[in-house]
């Protein structure tokens, strides 16, 4: 079975910082991985995904198959990045079974 | 339209009501989902719907029957719930197949549903 494993419930760091937030995952086979963002009021959304390799709101997140892990990552942290961030593991099917991890809130103080 | 709409966004009702969700979504997805997330814990899966056929139901309770009258609806009908059951009841619809998007979620806002 897939699992998804973020350790820290809470990230806390000053405007300006670097920030990385953990996430490994587990599962047999070939999955695709996501980040997905819920920001204070507003609806789950999608921030990134491995096979995009691209760069959202200034976030990178790589895909490292030997060490299963999925860490997202930003140089400089924002106030507007305050946010609930989910993980989230995908077996490649005709439709999308994810399984988010638990959440890691990141808090950025000016 | 590129988005997915919830009603109601709230919803409160007694252990013997019955009361029903709904979702919509224009962007021609054909699979779609439901999903309960409580207070500061991830969603969980519910249902898959893929082409309008319930293709995933994660053992979820019998007071929870969903329902996909068309490639652009998605109900879930309530009936006799808990009140553990008070939760944010997510829709969220993706492509289907082996295109790019298929494993891409697009997220409604949430019902939010307190059962009292």
């Known amino acids: 079975a897939q699992r998804v494993t973020q350790p820290e419930k809470l990230l806390s760091v000053f405007k300006g910082a670097p920030v990385e937030l953990k996430c490994n995952y587990s599962?047999?086979?070939?999955?695709?991985l996501f980040w997905y963002v819920q920001y204070s009021r507003q609806r789950l959304q999608l921030l990134l995904r491995?096979?995009s390799r691209e760069s959202i709101k200034g976030f990178t997140a790589d895909l490292n198959k030997g060490e299963t892990s999925f860490h997202l990552k930003k140089p400089f942290a924002q106030e507007e990045d305050s946010a609930m961030y989910y993980c989230a593991l995908s077996m490649n099917s005709g439709y999308s079974t994810l399984t988010f991890g638990k959440g890691t809130m990141l808090l950025v103080s000016p | 339209d590129t988005e997915v709409t919830q009603t109601p966004k709230h919803l409160v009702m007694g252990m013997t009501n019955k009361k029903s969700l709904k979702c919509e979504q224009h962007?021609?997805?054909?699979?779609m989902y439901w999903y309960k997330q409580k207070a500061k814990k991830p969603p969980e899966l519910m249902f898959v719907y893929s082409y309008e056929k319930l293709s995933i139901n994660e053992s979820v309770p019998s007071r929870f029957s969903p329902e996909c009258p068309n490639s652009s609806l998605l109900n879930l009908h309530l009936h006799a719930l808990q009140p553990e059951d008070s939760a944010l009841y997510l829709c969220?619809?993706?492509?289907?197949?082996?295109?790019?998007?298929?494993?891409?979620?697009?997220f409604g806002a949430g019902s939010r549903l307190t059962v009292l």
């Open positions: 491995h096979i």
């Open positions: 962007m021609g997805h054909r699979a």
């Open positions: 969220a619809s993706s492509q289907e197949g082996t295109t790019a998007g298929a494993n891409v979620l697009t």
């Open positions: 599962y047999s086979g070939s999955p695709e």
